[in-house]
T-cell receptor, first 114, second 115 residues
Framework: DQQVKQNSPSLSVQEGRISILNCDYT??????FLWYKKYPAEGPTFLIS?????DKNEDGRFTVFLNKSAKHLSLHIVPSQPGDSAVYFC?????????????FGQGTILTVHP | KAGVTQTPRYLIKTRGQQVTLSCSPI?????VSWYQQTPGQGLQFLFE???????NKGNFPGRFSGRQFSNSRSEMNVSTLELGDSALYLC??????????????FGPGTRLTVT
């Protein structure tokens, strides 16, 4: 039962353009969502988060959009840089879920070409 | 402020052996969660500790256990290792201790290979 899904295993983008990574969830109890970036042989690095009371959150080049009715969130990276090439995971948690548990999607490999 | 540290970074064990992995959270973080990452299953939640108590456990067999010390450092133990336990084991700490988890900060992981 995959409660958080990232349906695109990979995404290729040209440097300077926008990268859009998508994530869908099924559990209505989720009310907090996070995006992480992961390089090989390293742990995930927290990027940005959004609460379900908002529909948008920005931090520099990163913006996360949340559509609660569609149970969908997306991460926009503008402009994309070669250093952004990594695996991106979306994760979810909520007051209705258990302590200390993030539920992760399977990840999307982003490649930004110079 | 120092990040989450995990030791050792790499480990090779034989089937049937046991292993202990260590995690030191970010200073001031009292919640520590553990995850297993494999190519097939992705990132899977193992358990969470707060104030030396396990508050939550994922769907893993009893061979996987953990503990937390009074300084918030945590260890996880895997007994009777199986080939399928080969994975990257990640520790994460959080300042938030209420339900809902919120931001967690991850260590670099321990790469366990079982032969």
């Amino acid at each position: 039962d995959q409660q958080v899904k990232q349906n695109s295993p990979s995404l290729s983008v040209q440097e300077g353009r926008i990268s859009i990574l998508n994530c869908d969830y099924t559990n209505s109890m989720f009310d907090y969502f996070l995006w992480y970036k992961k390089y090989p042989a390293e742990g995930p690095t927290f990027l940005i988060s959004i609460s379900s009371i908002k529909d948008k959150n920005e931090d520099g080049r990163f913006t996360v959009f949340l559509n609660k009715s569609a149970k969908h969130l997306s991460l926009h990276i503008v402009p994309s840089q070669p250093g952004d090439s990594a695996v991106y995971f979306c994760a979810a948690s909520g007051l209705g879920t258990s302590y200390g548990k993030l539920t992760f999607g399977q990840g999307t490999i982003l490649t930004v070409h110079p | 402020k120092a990040g989450v540290t995990q030791t050792p970074r790499y480990l090779i064990k034989t089937r049937g052996q046991q292993v202990t992995l260590s995690c030191s959270p970010i200073s001031g973080h009292r919640s520590v969660s553990w995850y297993q990452q494999t190519p097939g299953q992705g990132l899977q939640f193992l358990f969470e500790y707060f104030s030396e108590t396990q508050r939550n456990k994922g769907n893993f067999p009893g061979r996987f256990s953990g503990r937390q010390f009074s300084n918030s450092r945590s260890e996880m133990n895997v007994s009777t290792l199986e080939l399928g336990d080969s994975a990257l084991y990640l520790c994460a700490s959080s300042l938030h201790v209420v339900r809902g988890s919120y931001e967690q900060y991850f260590g670099p992981g321990t790469r366990l290979t079982v032969t």
